[in-house]
């Protein structure tokens, strides 16, 4: 039989942030697969605020939850495969729902039949920046010959000793 959760969890969810309430995910910190910060971890288990003020690449599937979360100001990558979410509550009513073991439960495969990864939801395609040296020459692949001359990725003149930046698309 399939486990309920998986389609339970993001009911709640949205229905407590419909609410513009405050959800909080209850998760078995033990559970195999499961990616949070274990100094925050009591008794095997930590308590997630995931509203959508508190997080950033907020992603739900049939296997997992995972998002982006400050921790003592610092940044955290968290992945929680279904099985390890014990509760998700409302904070300010402190109605929600919690999950039983299911022993004999199966969970299903992502939206795209294949189980979701923690590796493959740590890449990510955004533009990053790189420190250059000043004198460095960069090895662009098309060396300019596919810019206008509107082009404003040009970098700005030097006036100072520090690292240059450069957008890399």
């Keep these: 039989m399939l486990s309920k959760r998986p389609y339970l969890i ?19 910190a033990t559970t195999d697969g499961v990616m949070v910060p274990q100094s925050f ?77 923690p590796a493959a939801k740590k890449s990510s395609s955004r533009a990053a920046l790189h420190a250059l040296d000043g004198n460095a020459k960069t090895d662009d692949s098309d060396n300019g010959a596919n810019k206008s001359d509107d082009d404003d990725d040009d970098p700005p003149p030097s006036g100072g000793g520090g690292p240059k930046l450069r957008v890399i698309k």
């Design 10 to 28: 993001p009911a709640f969810y949205q229905w407590i942030v419909d609410q513009g309430h405050v959800p909080h995910l209850v998760v078995d």
């Design 41 to 117: 971890v009591q008794d095997g288990r930590i308590q997630l605020n995931v509203s959508p003020n508190a997080v950033r690449d907020f992603h739900i599937s049939k296997t997992a939850i995972s998002f982006e979360a400050r921790f003592g100001g610092k940044p955290e990558y968290i992945y929680v495969p279904m099985p390890a979410i014990i509760a998700i509550v409302d904070r300010d009513s402190g109605q929600g729902a919690s999950f039983v073991d299911e022993v004999d439960a199966s969970f299903p495969d992502d939206e795209h039949g294949q189980v979701a990864s």
